[in-house]
């Protein structure tokens, strides 16, 4: 990663409604604000409130897209597999 590139993140909100949402940014805790605000996707606006529940950086952000894309097939008991075997989260303590 370049100096100059701030660092990237894939991430997975667990919504409202028990479904995920798989994304990518440059920070997290922002990302997760805007999602709980109704400024993130369409789709967890209809699900909220969203918790982060996963977060996985990543060298680039063409590396992060493509790991959400790839978390983005991943099945529902793939998901909270994943997210089980995880580290917690170290900023949202």
Known sequence: MSQDE???YCY???CAD???YAGWT???ARRLRQHNDGRGARYTRSRRPVRLVYVEALPDRTSAMKRERALKRLSHQ???D???RAEPPCFLS
């Open 26 to 28: 440059t920070d997290p």
């Open 78 to 80: 793939e998901k909270t």
């Open 18 to 20: 028990g479904t995920y």
């Open 6 to 8: 701030a660092p990237v």
């Open 12 to 14: 997975l909100l667990a």
């Open 82 to 84: 994943l997210i089980a």
